[in-house]
């Protein structure tokens, strides 16, 4: 899978790790920065990373900073994204099946490396369910004014 990831400067190390780590997976990584821990504004990357996934140069996004909150509010606001903080492995699952998630955002200052890992492959590794739930998340599309051109049946 084609993986997008950025962070700002308080998630600059755990971006790397998790690089490195999908890079071991076999995905093929696509760093949009930063390239050093000097301090940056989190929207800045978050577009970055997500106008890869409008694009369909990626299949998803993995964004980081110090809670994940700001990086999951910048990403919203780029028509097509939809952008979670998972601080588990069942967030992460459940934001796929039911809400057609592509982009997952991790706190560095709170969450532990192994929990982001797990998280990330179950993220990855889950499926949209449809049915029910493709109605649903055809209406979050048109609240951003975006296609859904990822949905089953479309």
């Known amino acids: 899978m084609k993986i997008a990831i950025a962070s700002d400067h308080a998630g600059f190390d755990l971006k790397h790790e998790l690089a490195a780590y999908l890079k071991e997976s076999g995905h093929q990584v696509d760093d949009q920065g930063p390239f050093s821990a ?6 800045d990357f978050a577009e970055r990373a997500c106008s890869r996934l409008v694009d369909k140069s990626v299949h998803r996004v993995v964004l980081v900073c110090g809670s994940g909150i700001g990086m ?6 780029i028509p097509g994204c939809r952008a979670v903080v998972a601080h588990n492995s069942w967030e992460a ?5 039911h809400n057609n998630a592509n982009v997952i955002c991790f706190g560095s200052r709170s969450m532990g490396v192994d929990v982001v890992k797990q ?5 990855l590794a889950t499926e949209f369910d ?3 739930h493709t109605g649903r998340v055809a209406k979050i599309s048109r609240l951003d ?7 089953p049946g479309e």
């Open 93 to 97: 699952e459940m934001s796929r099946r």
């Open 38 to 43: 000097d301090r940056v504004d989190y929207p």
């Open 130 to 132: 449809g049915g029910r």
């Open 119 to 123: 998280s990330l492959d179950v993220f």
């Open 145 to 151: 004014g975006s296609a859904v051109n990822d949905l």
């Open 72 to 77: 999951a509010m910048s990403a919203n606001k």
